[in-house]
């Protein structure tokens, strides 16, 4: 069931240098294959069209000192030296940081949050001190006090995200396409023409269709393929150094950036759009963090990454500034300064490299979509785990096939560097740039740093990235417009789906049953109660569903036990196995009434199959031996508090209770004097049993209530859920009845049922129909 929580549960004391250095090599293939391969079309980028390499070399000289300035600024000062810092528990990324500012300022898009929530291992926060002269405390309840500023900061968090999925999409087609394009040095341009975009696409289908076999499969070659070419760059580089232009050093100098604008003006601004695309790939060293650690990631750019990549763009400007008769701008891309001698070997390692640059980025694609859906920003769609032993690694199909289409649409639609490098560019800078939004608040309300501090940091990191967002933005018509469209597509969908799921919760919590209305029932609830666990999923944590008055009132008969499942999703990455339940009964000891909540992070693996079960009944068997309250959790908006204990999964709690179930004979199972046995009769086939400790004793009430639990496990277990119909209520405005009955409806009947998602099985589910006016 919790693969991962065994995992996630990191030793205090550090790692040695042998494991961090694993972890640098091991960050080479997963988080620096899209970053590496950014020499194969910067250059071809930049001179696409705005500006044109003269024998003054104040071109080259001024693009190689952007790029050098660039690197410099951005991925090492920006994200290894401060962004890393901003992680959640280990974890990074665009979430990561909203994450953050949720926990430290109640700015939770999650309606269902309580206070147990809190007191999680992984819900570390610092509080800000409630002075009115604070700056921090002032922000943080202005945050808290208008709910518009609440929406604004979910927006920008999910404009970021589009921007990723958006990435997604044109990485793997300009990283591969631009590999393919050595292929223009060997035969003439008609030929060439034809045979480029063929095979760009096949490599696409093949890299799309290998993704559900799991990258674990192959993921021992990623970091030697990256190595190769990143050795094979460096050494074209010092190559190219040393034998066409020793002194290209010299335009590292920032001065050469002046004279480059000087000269060349609105042409040069506008090359920047080619220019930042050195940078593409900086963002996955945060959103990969979880994966290795800060300090491997650190030690993998600043001593392999950083230094290749600015030998291999000075060897390239050393090349270009000794020739200046180019044809066309194919002929300034990467494979002209190759020596011809190694230019096929060179080209299949960057194909190879490409790939895996692609990969990554897919990957991360899919781990992103999977924490949307996980917080209630994505509708939902299959996971499919495709390793059990390393964490993150994941598989969805549909977006895996959108994906591919849409990779295969840019290609095609484009099929050129150009246009497919201002597509690129403008998703790169505007995920940086919200990055930077987010880390200035970050400053403020988690590092509890001066305003001064972020102000610095979000005026000198955000004006570099404005200058480049702009040259990207002027080239709309030219390719920029596709991470818009996409990014408006995608952004439409979460928001209508989180509007729509916000106002569901909302109906649920208005329309939930009192719990004296169950009182007056009595413990029979007025019906005939059979043998069997009826499990209700329902979202809400307190109270009792609408759902469950629909059965009583017309149904004859229930389930002897009953259990209000709700499986939520927490602001922290993971939560660990000992702390997974919550579990409370709902009205008195005699109705069998339970409450279950099980916790999860939002990059958890949820695995609700036979083991979920097993834990589920667990929990419950051990809150009533346990017979002790452990704390009492609420909601904002809570009629009647309900006293629910935390409780851990069946693998963590290895003192607690246990349940065995077997089909033959228990005889070979009889525990020792130290555990006592608590059967149920003999005629029922599927034999279960609970084995508790000895010591504390339990009374018989609660033996009795094993038992009962016990005989209601034998009879099967059937899942009771609701199949929502939401509708706008009347005297909406025309803008919610367009989001509600056609927006919200349409994601809601073609993507995942809960049943599917949930992966709960057909036979024994029940779906109930209700109608919501929200």
Not at 710 to 717: F, I, K, L, S, V
């Amino acid at each position: 069931m919790d693969v991962e929580g065994v995992i996630r549960s990191r030793p205090v004391k550090k790692d040695s240098w042998k494991t961090v250095l694993t972890l640098a090599y091991q960050s080479l293939g997963v988080v620096y294959g899209d970053l590496s391969t950014s020499p194969l079309y910067v250059y071809k980028s930049a001179f696409a069209e705005d500006i044109q390499h003269s024998d003054s070399n104040e071109e080259i000289y001024g693009v190689l000192s952007f790029v050098f300035w660039t690197l410099t600024l951005v991925p090492l000062l920006k994200y290894v030296f401060i962004v890393l810092r901003a992680d959640d528990n280990g974890e990074g990324g665009t979430f990561a940081l909203y994450s953050l500012l949720c926990r430290h300022a109640r700015l939770s898009s999650l309606p269902n949050c309580q206070v147990a929530d809190e007191d999680l291992s992984e819900y570390t926060k610092d509080g800000i001190e409630s002075d009115r002269r604070n700056i921090g405390w002032r922000l943080k309840s202005t945050l808290e006090k208008y709910r518009v500023l609440q929406r604004l900061l979910l927006v920008l968090a999910l404009i970021g995200t589009c921007m990723v999925i958006g990435d997604g999409v044109l990485t793997p087609a300009i990283s591969v396409f631009s590999a393919v394009s050595g292929l223009e040095l060997s035969m003439s341009k008609e030929h060439h023409r034809y045979v480029e975009v063929p095979v760009t696409c096949i490599i696409l289908v093949l890299l799309f269709a290998l993704q559900h076999y799991g990258t674990h499969r192959v993921g021992f070659l990623f970091a030697p393929v990256v190595i190769m070419w990143l050795f094979c760059i460096s050494a074209i580089g010092l190559y190219n150094i040393f034998h066409w232009n020793r002194n290209v050093y010299q335009a590292l100098s920032p001065y050469y950036m002046y004279k480059f604008l000087k000269k060349t003006q609105r042409g040069g601004w506008m090359s920047l759009g080619g220019i930042l695309l050195c940078i593409t790939g900086s963002e996955a060293m945060f959103a990969d963090l979880g994966h290795f650690s800060q300090l491997s990631i650190k030690i993998a750019f600043t001593c392999m990454v950083y230094p290749s990549l600015i030998l291999a763009y000075m060897g390239q400007a050393a090349y270009l500034s000794k020739h200046h008769n180019i044809e066309t701008h194919y002929r300034i891309g990467f494979y002209v300064s190759v020596p011809e001698e190694i230019r096929w070997p060179v080209l299949a390692i960057a194909i190879l490299a490409a790939v895996v640059g692609s990969q990554a980025i897919i990957t991360g694609t899919f781990s992103i979509i999977k924490q949307c859906s996980a917080l209630g920003c994505f509708p939902r769609v299959k996971i499919v785990h495709t390793s059990s032993k390393i964490h993150g690694q994941i598989y969805i199909p549909e977006i895996n096939w959108t994906l591919m289409l849409l990779c295969l649409a840019v290609t095609m639609g484009f099929r050129d560097t150009k246009r497919m490098g201002n597509a690129a560019g403008l998703a790169v800078i505007t995920v940086m740039l919200v990055t930077t939004c987010l880390m200035s608040l970050v400053i403020i309300l988690c590092w509890h740093r001066s305003v001064f501090l972020a102000i610095c940091f979000i005026f000198f990191f955000g004006s570099i990235e404005a200058l480049y967002f702009s040259a990207s933005l002027i080239k709309f018509r030219e390719g920029a417009w596709v991470p818009v469209a996409l990014s408006f597509i995608f952004l439409a969908v979460m928001y209508v789906w989180h509007y729509g799921t916000l106002k569901k919760y909302e109906f649920d919590v208005q329309n939930k049953v009192s719990i004296n209305w169950l009182l007056s029932l009595g413990p029979s609830l007025g019906i005939v109660r059979v043998k069997g666990i009826g499990l209700i999923h329902t979202e809400l944590v307190s109270g009792i569903p609408a759902i469950f008055s629909h059965f009583v009132a017309n149904l004859p008969a229930f389930h002897q036990v009953v259990v209000f499942l709700c499986i939520k999703s927490v602001p922290v990455p993971h939560v660990r196995p000992c702390e997974r339940f919550l579990v409370g009964r709902v009205g008195p000891k005699e109705y069998r009434l339970y409450r279950c909540i099980a916790r999860y992070g939002y990059r958890d693996v949820q695995k609700d199959d036979n083991e979920f079960e097993k834990d589920l009944v667990c929990s419950i068997a051990e809150f009533i031996r346990s017979g002790r309250p452990a704390l009492v959790v609420g909601t904002e908006d809570m009629e009647d508090d309900e006293i629910m204990t935390v409780v851990g999964t069946s693998s963590s709690n290895l003192e607690g209770i246990r349940m065995c179930e077997d089909d033959g004979n228990f005889a070979d199972m009889v525990g020792t004097s130290e555990l006592v046995e608590i059967k149920s009769p003999e005629r029922i086939r599927k034999r279960v049993r609970f084995v508790v400790p000895e010591s504390p004793r339990i009374d018989m009430d609660a033996q009795q209530e094993l038992r009962e639990l016990t005989e209601a496990r034998e009879a099967g277990m059937a899942f009771i859920m609701g199949h929502s119909y939401v509708r706008a209520k009347k005297g909406s405005s025309l803008m919610k009845k367009i989001v509600i009955n056609l927006g919200y409806d349409f994601l809601r009947r073609n993507f995942r049922e809960p049943t599917s998602a949930l992966s709960i099985p057909y036979a024994v589910t029940l779906e109930v129909g209700m109608v919501y006016h929200v």
